[in-house]
Protein backbone atom coordinates (compact mmCIF):
# COMPACT_ATOMS: atom_id res chain seq x y z
CA UNK A 1 0.00 0.00 0.00
CA UNK A 2 1.35 3.59 -1.21
CA UNK A 3 1.63 5.82 1.65
CA UNK A 4 -0.66 8.58 0.27
CA UNK A 5 -2.89 7.24 -2.32
CA UNK A 6 -4.37 9.53 -5.15
CA UNK A 7 -7.23 8.70 -7.79
CA UNK A 8 -4.92 9.96 -11.14
CA UNK A 9 -7.85 10.58 -12.99
CA UNK A 10 -8.61 11.53 -15.76
CA UNK A 11 -11.44 13.89 -14.25
CA UNK A 12 -13.34 16.10 -16.54
CA UNK A 13 -15.67 18.19 -15.72
CA UNK A 14 -18.37 21.52 -17.60
CA UNK A 15 -17.16 24.99 -17.09
CA UNK A 16 -19.00 25.95 -13.54
CA UNK A 17 -19.07 22.82 -11.64
CA UNK A 18 -17.74 22.02 -8.08
CA UNK A 19 -14.67 19.58 -8.42
CA UNK A 20 -13.79 17.51 -5.31
CA UNK A 21 -9.68 16.14 -5.26
CA UNK A 22 -9.21 13.31 -2.60
CA UNK A 23 -6.10 11.84 -1.04
CA UNK A 24 -6.12 9.25 1.35
CA UNK A 25 -3.10 8.33 3.53
CA UNK A 26 -1.46 5.97 5.86
CA UNK A 27 0.92 7.45 8.57
CA UNK A 28 -1.08 9.55 11.82
CA UNK A 29 2.22 11.18 11.91
CA UNK A 30 1.53 13.78 8.87
CA UNK A 31 0.52 17.14 10.19
CA UNK A 32 0.93 19.27 7.45
CA UNK A 33 -1.04 18.94 4.53
CA UNK A 34 -0.69 20.76 1.09
CA UNK A 35 -2.24 20.65 -2.24
CA UNK A 36 -0.52 21.72 -5.67
CA UNK A 37 -0.54 22.92 -9.19
CA UNK A 38 0.86 21.56 -11.92
CA UNK A 39 0.58 22.71 -15.48
CA UNK A 40 2.10 20.28 -18.21
CA UNK A 41 5.60 20.80 -17.98
CA UNK A 42 5.41 22.90 -15.24
CA UNK A 43 6.54 22.70 -11.32
CA UNK A 44 4.25 22.07 -9.09
CA UNK A 45 2.90 25.31 -7.69
CA UNK A 46 1.37 25.72 -3.55
CA UNK A 47 -2.24 25.89 -3.72
CA UNK A 48 -3.23 26.13 -0.29
CA UNK A 49 -1.97 24.11 3.07
CA UNK A 50 -3.53 23.11 6.30
CA UNK A 51 -1.93 22.13 9.65
CA UNK A 52 -3.73 19.66 11.07
CA UNK A 53 -6.88 19.06 11.13
CA UNK A 54 -9.49 21.55 9.81
CA UNK A 55 -10.78 23.87 6.90
CA UNK A 56 -9.16 26.35 4.78
CA UNK A 57 -10.60 28.62 2.29
CA UNK A 58 -9.42 30.59 -0.13
CA UNK A 59 -11.62 32.07 -2.58
CA UNK A 60 -12.95 29.35 -4.89
CA UNK A 61 -10.40 26.57 -3.18
CA UNK A 62 -11.28 24.46 -0.14
CA UNK A 63 -9.24 22.42 1.44
CA UNK A 64 -10.46 20.06 4.33
CA UNK A 65 -8.52 17.99 6.68
CA UNK A 66 -9.96 14.52 8.50
CA UNK A 67 -7.97 12.82 10.23
CA UNK A 68 -9.38 10.53 12.25
CA UNK A 69 -10.08 8.67 8.68
CA UNK A 70 -7.14 9.98 7.02
CA UNK A 71 -8.86 11.43 4.42
CA UNK A 72 -7.78 15.12 2.93
CA UNK A 73 -9.81 16.85 -0.10
CA UNK A 74 -9.69 19.51 -2.29
CA UNK A 75 -12.74 21.38 -3.74
CA UNK A 76 -13.03 23.74 -6.58
CA UNK A 77 -15.93 25.84 -7.03
CA UNK A 78 -17.36 27.42 -10.38
CA UNK A 79 -14.43 25.33 -11.82
CA UNK A 80 -12.63 27.41 -14.88
CA UNK A 81 -11.16 26.03 -18.22
CA UNK A 82 -7.90 27.67 -16.40
CA UNK A 83 -8.39 25.33 -13.40
CA UNK A 84 -7.17 22.55 -16.25
CA UNK A 85 -4.07 21.26 -14.63
CA UNK A 86 -2.85 18.31 -12.40
CA UNK A 87 -3.60 18.83 -8.74
CA UNK A 88 -0.78 17.18 -6.19
CA UNK A 89 -1.66 15.90 -2.90
CA UNK A 90 1.56 16.44 -0.32
CA UNK A 91 2.18 15.73 3.12
CA UNK A 92 4.52 15.89 5.79
CA UNK A 93 5.14 14.76 9.65
CA UNK A 94 6.16 17.93 11.79
CA UNK A 95 9.40 19.81 11.20
CA UNK A 96 10.31 17.21 8.72
CA UNK A 97 10.92 18.73 5.24
CA UNK A 98 10.24 15.60 3.25
CA UNK A 99 7.48 15.80 1.62
CA UNK A 100 5.19 12.53 0.02
CA UNK A 101 3.02 13.10 -2.61
CA UNK A 102 -0.06 11.84 -4.14
CA UNK A 103 0.73 10.74 -7.61
CA UNK A 104 -2.09 13.35 -8.79
CA UNK A 105 -5.19 13.75 -10.47
CA UNK A 106 -5.73 15.34 -14.52
CA UNK A 107 -8.80 17.73 -14.30
CA UNK A 108 -10.15 19.50 -17.35
CA UNK A 109 -12.27 21.63 -17.31
CA UNK A 110 -13.85 21.96 -20.43
CA UNK A 111 -15.89 25.81 -21.74
CA UNK B 1 12.20 38.59 -7.73
CA UNK B 2 13.31 35.56 -10.04
CA UNK B 3 11.90 32.40 -9.29
CA UNK B 4 13.77 28.86 -8.61
CA UNK B 5 15.64 28.61 -11.78
CA UNK B 6 17.18 25.05 -13.61
CA UNK B 7 18.93 24.33 -16.31
CA UNK B 8 18.92 22.66 -18.60
CA UNK B 9 15.19 22.40 -19.26
CA UNK B 10 15.81 19.32 -21.16
CA UNK B 11 19.22 16.57 -21.30
CA UNK B 12 19.56 13.91 -23.19
CA UNK B 13 21.80 11.56 -22.71
CA UNK B 14 23.04 8.00 -23.47
CA UNK B 15 23.40 5.40 -21.08
CA UNK B 16 26.64 5.13 -19.58
CA UNK B 17 27.25 8.70 -19.68
CA UNK B 18 26.74 11.23 -16.94
CA UNK B 19 23.96 14.01 -16.34
CA UNK B 20 24.60 17.34 -14.72
CA UNK B 21 21.16 19.26 -13.61
CA UNK B 22 21.88 22.52 -11.65
CA UNK B 23 19.34 24.21 -9.23
CA UNK B 24 19.69 28.17 -8.35
CA UNK B 25 17.24 28.71 -6.02
CA UNK B 26 15.32 32.16 -5.23
CA UNK B 27 17.72 34.81 -3.88
CA UNK B 28 17.89 34.60 0.10
CA UNK B 29 16.78 31.33 0.14
CA UNK B 30 19.72 28.59 1.56
CA UNK B 31 18.06 25.51 1.79
CA UNK B 32 17.26 23.40 -1.29
CA UNK B 33 15.31 20.13 -2.05
CA UNK B 34 15.29 17.81 -4.87
CA UNK B 35 12.65 15.23 -6.10
CA UNK B 36 11.97 13.08 -9.18
CA UNK B 37 8.98 12.72 -11.06
CA UNK B 38 8.08 9.49 -12.86
CA UNK B 39 5.71 9.45 -15.60
CA UNK B 40 2.13 8.95 -14.15
CA UNK B 41 3.57 9.41 -10.34
CA UNK B 42 3.87 12.00 -7.73
CA UNK B 43 7.33 13.62 -6.72
CA UNK B 44 9.41 11.86 -5.14
CA UNK B 45 12.06 12.97 -2.53
CA UNK B 46 15.24 12.56 -2.77
CA UNK B 47 17.68 15.18 -1.20
CA UNK B 48 17.33 18.35 0.90
CA UNK B 49 20.73 20.48 1.48
CA UNK B 50 21.44 23.65 2.80
CA UNK B 51 25.07 25.70 1.82
CA UNK B 52 27.61 23.10 1.83
CA UNK B 53 25.80 20.03 3.80
CA UNK B 54 23.84 17.53 3.20
CA UNK B 55 21.27 17.63 5.93
CA UNK B 56 19.11 14.01 4.82
CA UNK B 57 19.91 12.17 1.92
CA UNK B 58 17.26 9.51 3.01
CA UNK B 59 15.29 9.47 -0.92
CA UNK B 60 18.87 9.18 -3.09
CA UNK B 61 19.87 5.97 -4.63
CA UNK B 62 23.07 4.56 -3.40
CA UNK B 63 24.85 4.10 -5.93
CA UNK B 64 24.98 6.89 -9.26
CA UNK B 65 23.73 9.64 -7.55
CA UNK B 66 25.38 12.64 -5.39
CA UNK B 67 24.64 15.77 -4.68
CA UNK B 68 26.07 19.13 -3.61
CA UNK B 69 25.31 22.48 -2.85
CA UNK B 70 28.35 24.61 -2.71
CA UNK B 71 28.60 27.81 -0.83
CA UNK B 72 29.06 29.65 -4.50
CA UNK B 73 26.85 28.45 -7.10
CA UNK B 74 23.74 26.38 -7.46
CA UNK B 75 22.90 23.35 -6.21
CA UNK B 76 23.79 20.21 -8.40
CA UNK B 77 21.97 16.89 -8.98
CA UNK B 78 24.67 14.42 -10.51
CA UNK B 79 24.10 11.11 -11.78
CA UNK B 80 26.59 9.02 -12.88
CA UNK B 81 26.72 6.31 -15.71
CA UNK B 82 22.96 6.95 -16.23
CA UNK B 83 20.63 4.31 -17.12
CA UNK B 84 16.79 4.34 -18.72
CA UNK B 85 15.29 4.01 -15.86
CA UNK B 86 16.60 7.48 -14.47
CA UNK B 87 14.60 9.08 -17.91
CA UNK B 88 12.28 11.54 -15.30
CA UNK B 89 11.81 14.95 -14.50
CA UNK B 90 14.08 16.58 -12.03
CA UNK B 91 12.94 19.33 -9.85
CA UNK B 92 14.50 21.40 -7.20
CA UNK B 93 12.66 23.66 -4.47
CA UNK B 94 14.38 26.24 -2.41
CA UNK B 95 12.98 27.92 1.17
CA UNK B 96 14.32 30.67 3.40
CA UNK B 97 13.94 27.90 6.67
CA UNK B 98 13.19 24.45 7.16
CA UNK B 99 10.29 23.20 9.53
CA UNK B 100 7.76 24.58 6.63
CA UNK B 101 7.38 22.14 3.79
CA UNK B 102 4.38 24.55 2.30
CA UNK B 103 7.24 27.15 1.99
CA UNK B 104 9.03 24.89 -0.85
CA UNK B 105 9.07 27.07 -4.40
CA UNK B 106 9.56 24.29 -7.17
CA UNK B 107 11.14 24.97 -9.94
CA UNK B 108 10.83 24.14 -13.68
CA UNK B 109 12.10 20.94 -13.95
CA UNK B 110 14.70 19.52 -15.65
CA UNK B 111 13.65 16.58 -18.28
CA UNK B 112 16.38 13.67 -18.46
CA UNK B 113 15.54 11.21 -21.02
CA UNK B 114 18.12 8.48 -21.59
CA UNK B 115 18.58 6.92 -24.68
Known amino acids: QKEVEQDPGPLSVPEGAIVSLNCTYSNSAFQYFMWYRQYSRKGPELLMYTYSSGNKEDGRFTAQVDKSSKYISLFIRDSQPSDSATYLCAMTEYNNNDMRFGAGTRLTVKP | NAGVMQNPRHLVRRRGQEARLRCSPMKGHSHVYWYRQLPEEGLKFMVYLQKENIIDESGMPKERFSAEFPKEGPSILRIQQVVRGDSAAYFC?????????????FGPGTRLTVT
Open chain 2, 93 to 105: ASSEASGRPYEQY
